[in-house]
């Protein structure tokens, strides 16, 4: 649909068009030919697979799985994999478009990939778990290689789930399975701080963007919708910033209270997903606590939370996405023409990925580097490219969700045209 010469975004489409849709606007925007959104609108290869899995009960359930790789031009594909009753074949494309725009913001040798298998791993036990896990490696095996798409852990995955892909990977290459998946214990190869990067990484953007909007995080009001790996993380790193968690939520419903909430109380009573809301009688409802008061809002739960019906009343004055497209276009637009920063899911939860590449160089190079330095490497990388966004939605005078989109997309497209792609 285009409006007064721009093109506007539905706001009933799903994750995947969506996607398409952003990139297809960055790319008009950097001029590239049509045949560069006609390559880059799909994954280059999308891989189905079925996983039969003995049950606990003596049954057998057969799940479906994806892998979904964007585009290699640049290097080795990379992304998560989701255990998740909801994942589609959508959903594992976009999240990998989304991995390529994040590599390509913090300047990584890599292109986008995402898995996922449909399950819910909450009602199954660590065995059936373990033969699901071993089975979706089996099924992907030859499409993924420390060369050619390397996993990490994503939604309800974890590194238990890394240690044994990589183990089963290892009796099919035993050659090369360390560095073939990332995320994993650290006494199999896993690096200092991957556990808690996602977190961190969202915690230094959010400074550096508190900075610009003439804000302090040290006594700022801040609300966190989601409580699990990443939110719990964040609201830590945030409270020992001097800042004051007036709202979380979870999968069952959300606190708030505008004195602030007892985190560490919170941290501690939470249960292995996240969850903790249930067990408080003043709980309310997700998107309750969205338009509450705040001065920055952080979602790190799910995708389209934020939307046109709700944008006219979200209070906050900073929005940091920690989660997979939690704002739609449509919203993004609506606070934006309100004075509302916004820092995109695909720079501000880009901290996991940076670390991911970090144990894969280390893994690659078999020496390990110290907290300490995985810390500062990853404050530097993400500094840089906050600021080189924040630069482009200034010169261009776009939003930051299009700037990220640009600057994500530049390198890719260069890669593309040198290989003689386009």
Not at 91 to 114: D, H, N, Q, R, T
Not at 174 to 184: A, H, L, N, R, V
Not at 282 to 288: A, D, G, K, V
Request: hydrophobic share 40%.
């Amino acid at each position: 649909m285009i409006m007064n010469g721009k093109r506007k975004l539905s706001e009933n489409t799903d994750v995947l068009t969506g996607t398409q849709q952003v990139i297809r606007m960055a790319l008009e925007t950097m001029n590239e030919p049509p045949a560069m959104y006609d390559l880059l609108k799909e994954p280059l290869r999308m891989l189905t697979v079925r996983i039969p899995i003995k049950m606990d009960d003596g049954s057998v359930q057969v799940f479906t799985g994806y892998r979904a790789q964007h585009n290699d031009a640049i290097g080795p594909t990379k992304g998560g994999v989701r255990f998740h009753p909801d994942v589609t074949a959508e959903e594992v494309k976009a999240l990998s478009m989304w991995m390529s725009i994040k590599c390509g913001i913090v300047a990584l040798p890599y292109g986008g990939g995402k898995g996922g298998v449909a399950c819910d791993p909450r009602t199954m036990s660590m065995r059936e778990l373990e033969a699901l896990s071993r089975g979706y490696v089996r099924a992907i095996s030859q499409m993924v290689g420390p060369a050619k798409d390397i996993p990490a852990p994503d939604v309800y995955t974890n590194s238990q789930v890394m240690a044994w892909m990589m183990d089963e990977y290892s009796r099919i290459r035993e050659f090369d399975s360390p560095s073939f998946i990332t995320g994993k214990p650290l006494v199999l190869g896993g690096s200092y701080g991957r556990e808690s990067s996602t977190a961190l990484g969202v915690s230094i953007v959010l400074k550096e963007a508190a900075k610009m909007a003439g804000m302090a995080v040290e006594g700022s009001r801040i609300i966190i919708q989601g409580f699990g790996n990443a939110g719990s993380y964040l609201a830590k790193f945030l409270h020992d910033a001097g800042a004051v968690i007036v709202g979380i939520a979870d999968a069952r419903g959300a606190l708030y209270d505008p004195n602030g909430l007892d985190i560490l109380e919170l941290l501690d009573r939470r249960d292995s997903f996240g969850a903790v809301t249930h067990l408080y009688p003043n709980r309310i409802t997700n998107q309750e606590l969205l338009v509450k008061e705040c001065d920055i809002l952080v979602p790190a739960a799910i995708e389209n939370q934020l939307t046109e019906q709700n944008a006219p009343n979200i209070q906050a004055k900073l929005i940091v996405e920690a989660a997979n497209g939690p704002t739609t276009y449509a919203a993004t637009e609506i606070l934006s023409k309100r004075g509302v920063l916004i820092v995109p899911d695909v720079l501000a939860s880009a901290g996991g990925v940076v670390v991911s590449y970090f144990e894969w160089v280390q893994n690659n190079q078999g020496y390990y580097w110290p907290l300490e330095e995985v810390n500062a490497k990853l404050e530097q990388l993400l500094v840089d490219a906050f600021h080189k966004v924040y630069q482009t939605s200034a010169t261009r005078r776009v939003n930051m969700r299009l700037a990220a989109y640009i600057v994500g997309l530049k390198r890719m497209t260069e890669a593309v045209k040198w290989r003689g792609w386009i």
